[in-house]
């Protein structure tokens, strides 16, 4: 079971060495077919028992020097997911949605401030127009030397300028 949950992690990874990738999830079907074999012969009869198992060796040898050519990183809530018998794509649905909610956190904190900001300035601007006026101006001649900056660094010349109010 734990093998078949990995062996469904393994192909759903992008590798660049698809042929190291082949030979691990051949390596790794051998094995549970020569388990299965082993399952059955000791049901059975123990004449095949000694075969198997020196097969079921030989292969779990191979996967274990492949194992050495490939650096697989898996999260140890995952393993533990599997070990309870639980599907890991939970997992990666749990850390989705985490993602998500923080996400939409952050933004509500940067609406509240640019909200505030523009709350700001209307209240400056009642109070003191000609010193928002002259601070427009300055935020306007800044953020055109920036475009200009930008465009001269950017290859293709693509630049966003945020406008003021």
């Not at 077919?33 to 012969?41: E, M, N, R």
Request: with cysteine.
């Amino acid at each position: 079971m734990v093998l078949q949950l990995c062996l469904r992690m393994i192909q759903r990874r992008a590798w660049t060495k698809s042929s190291t990738l082949l030979t691990i999830i051949n390596s790794i079907d051998k094995s549970l077919v020569v388990l299965h074999q082993l399952h059955l012969s000791l049901s059975s009869s123990q004449l095949h028992l000694l075969p198997r198992l020196n097969s079921l060796v030989s292969e779990l040898n191979s996967m274990s020097n492949l194992s050495e050519k490939c650096n697989i990183q898996i999260p140890v809530e995952v393993l533990s997911l599997i070990d309870d018998g639980k599907n890991p794509d939970e997992f990666t649905r749990d850390v989705l949605n985490s993602c998500i909610s923080r996400n939409q956190v952050t933004k509500g904190k940067t609406d509240a401030f640019k909200e505030l900001r523009k709350h700001i300035l209307e209240e400056l601007e009642e109070t003191f127009p000609d010193e928002v006026d002259k601070y427009r101006e300055i935020r306007a001649t800044t953020a055109a030397a920036e475009a200009k900056l930008l465009q001269s660094v950017l290859t293709n010349g693509d630049a966003k300028v945020k406008s003021e109010l």
